[in-house]
Each structure stands twice: as structure tokens, then as C-alpha cells.
């Protein structure tokens, strides 16, 4: 099953809010990441993820890795 989420400004707001927090952490992220950040966070769920360094600059978002 697929889940089409549509874009709003809100959301597009978070996503810039990812990729600029990120940045200035030091720790840049991709659009594509940044995208599943967003949309994590903007829903309140958690990101599953193997690559949790990635991430790492979002204190905020709840990621699910391998170890967990």
C-alpha cells in the first residue's frame, strides 16, 4: 500500500526548517532526507531509518534505527 501525502505550505515550511537547522549544525542534509524528516515530524511520527547519522542535528524527531 502506498500513502500519497500532499504538500502544504506548513509542510514546506518544516522541510525548510530541517535543511536550514541541519546546515547550521554543521551536519547538511539532502532534499530527499530532509523531505522524510519533515514529513516525520510534521505528522508526529517516527522515522525509521538506518542511516541515523543523517539525522543527527534533529533533536526533535523520533527515529527508529536497527538497534531499537
Not at 500519497?4 to 549544525?25: F, H, P
Not at 516525520?40 to 534505527?65: C, G, I, Q, R
Request: proline fraction near 3%.
Amino acid at each position: 500500500a502506498r500513502i500519497i501525502v500532499d504538500s502544504s505550505t506548513n509542510l514546506c515550511r518544516e522541510w525548510a526548517r530541517v535543511r536550514t537547522t541541519c546546515a547550521r549544525a554543521g551536519r547538511p542534509i539532502s532534499a530527499q532526507d530532509a523531505w522524510n524528516a519533515a514529513i516525520a515530524m510534521h505528522f508526529k511520527m517516527p522515522l525509521v531509518s538506518h542511516n541515523a547519522k543523517d539525522y543527527e542535528a534533529l533533536e526533535e524527531l523520533v527515529l527508529w534505527t536497527a538497534s531499537e
